[in-house]
């Protein structure tokens, strides 16, 4: 059901990139949390881009609320606590082109949404859950341009009618995106008859490797790159090009992370176990594989008790790579394909693919990153192996570069019922009653992962559908407390 049409074979997340069923891809990885630069939704002159239509600012009271959901403490994403202030402080935050900033990544327990509020979702009164529900229909009043009903239908062949006040769809960007398209073509293309940009802008964010970091000192290296854990919580540098780079450059957002393959190591056999452990099962394959490792176990617990960071043996490869912000293209777009998906619907048609953008934006962070990695002093340390994508006379980067999973944009956010879906309320504009909350009501991407954003969104709707969000204005009638979750 996942599948998309893409005559290019360019955009390769579609089918990696997200899951179906309670919890949805927060089933499978927990992501990197970390709020968007206000900058980023700012405007933004030197690469012509607005700014949101939505002070982002009225998130920040979410913040806390989610971090408290998801157990990964109030402290600052600009500087890390404590004992980890330290090996932080080698990342020199005065840097003019380079700032380093620090996500938090939840447990691998605390990640899955459909888990965490487990409790809520049983104790709430009036809430529905149908899993297996694919929407493949809508009932549209067309003198009210209001949305009466959606049905839906399992695999199995079950139908289910939804009617409600209002409706918010939900469903990730792709799916969102495909869902309008499906009811403006179901109207006769009259439910977004003014609407030019509907399912137009689609980005995603695009990551390269551009260099491998040498080990000629380990300890050392590991001090500065190995991930790092404040109470438990596991801190993952963002090696963020600055707003004064950005802008001297004409370039929109990146940064640099590490990333690293343990699929070979021992640490892979540790971290089953104790994923295992979280899930009350552990497999004793795993112990015995262990058991043979002992030394590295015992290197891999002292500097997590002591050091409160992962341990990475010499043997595993450092890999930097650099993500960058894809800008708003007219062409980068999703429209309705001629093929069909099991229930006879249209798939989603991707004509999508990177532009000269994103490369002038890769060029400037790997040569920010250049320069930083003398100036900080690394290159004597663990001096950088430039890749393909990071070597100057090689091709173009953007020729190596994939899709980050987080695509946003193609039912993007405005004031104007011809350049954008939904206004800043989220509510579409052609059709008043129908919301979308989702990553493509973003205009633009930033460098963060797009999550965090989207969480406060949702909590944020939420209030102003009950009149108490911040800015919410005058309250409306409260729904009525019955809702149900397709």
């Not at 997200?18 to 206000?38: D, E, F, H, Q």
């Not at 493509?440 to 944020?460: E, H, I, R």
């Amino acid at each position: 059901m996942n599948e998309i049409d893409d005559p290019s074979a360019r955009y390769s997340r579609a089918l990696t990139g997200r899951y179906r069923g309670l919890g949805g891809s927060s089933t499978r990885w927990g992501g990197r949390m970390i709020p968007v630069s206000a900058h980023e939704s700012g405007a933004r002159s030197y690469i012509s881009q607005p700014a949101w239509p939505f002070q982002t600012a009225k998130l920040d009271a979410y913040e806390s609320e989610i971090e408290t959901i998801f157990n990964t403490g109030h402290d600052s994403y600009e500087h890390l606590p404590g004992r980890q202030s330290a090996t932080g402080a080698a990342f020199p935050r005065d840097d003019a082109t380079l700032t380093p900033r620090w996500a938090k990544c939840p447990t691998f327990k605390q990640c899955n949404v459909a888990t965490v509020l487990a409790d809520e979702l049983k104790n709430l009164p009036g809430l529905e859950i149908w899993l297996g529900a694919t929407v493949c229909d809508f009932e549209l009043d067309r003198s009210a341009g209001r949305l009466l009903a959606l049905r839906a239908l399992s695999l199995n062949g079950k139908t289910l009618t939804v009617r409600a006040d209002d409706f918010v769809i939900a469903a990730g960007t792709i799916e969102t995106t495909r869902l309008l398209l499906l009811l403006d073509s179901m109207s006769g293309q009259q439910a977004f008859r003014r609407c030019r940009v509907l399912g137009r802008y689609f980005q995603d964010h695009l990551k390269a490797e551009i260099a491998t970091i040498g080990r000629g000192e380990p300890s050392a290296t590991n001090r500065l790159f190995g991930y790092r854990f404040v109470n438990s919580v596991r801190r993952d540098l963002h090696l963020e090009l600055s707003k004064a780079a950005q802008r001297e450059d004409a370039v929109a957002s990146a940064f640099g992370y590490i990333a690293m393959d343990i699929a070979e190591s021992p640490l892979a056999d540790v971290k089953r176990i104790a994923q295992g452990l979280q899930r009350g099962q552990v497999s004793a394959g795993d112990v015995w594989r262990v058991s043979r490792n002992l030394g590295l176990v015992t290197r891999a617990a002292w500097w997590r008790l002591v050091g409160a960071q992962l341990y990475i043996p010499s043997t595993v490869e450092l890999k930097l790579l650099v993500c960058v912000e894809q800008l708003p293209h007219w062409q980068n777009r999703i429209r309705l394909s001629e093929t069909r998906d099991r229930f006879g619907m249209p798939k989603a048609l991707f004509e999508w693919g990177p532009t000269e953008a994103e490369e002038r934006a890769f060029q400037s962070a790997i040569a920010r990153i250049r320069a930083y990695w003398t100036r900080a002093g690394f290159d004597r340390i663990c001096p950088l192996a430039w890749t393909g994508a990071g070597n100057a006379a090689a091709s173009r980067v953007i020729d190596r570069a994939e899709a980050c999973a987080h695509p946003s944009g193609s039912t993007r956010m405005g004031t104007s019922a011809e350049d954008s879906v939904v206004g800043p309320d989220l509510r579409c504009h052609e059709v008043p009653n129908l919301l979308a909350l989702s990553a493509s009501v973003f205009p633009t991407a930033g460098s963060a992962n797009p999550t965090f954003t989207l969480m406060k969104l949702a909590l944020w709707l939420g209030d102003s559908m009950l009149g108490k969000a911040p800015g919410a204005g005058t309250a409306r009638a409260v729904p009525s407390p019955r809702a149900v979750a397709v």
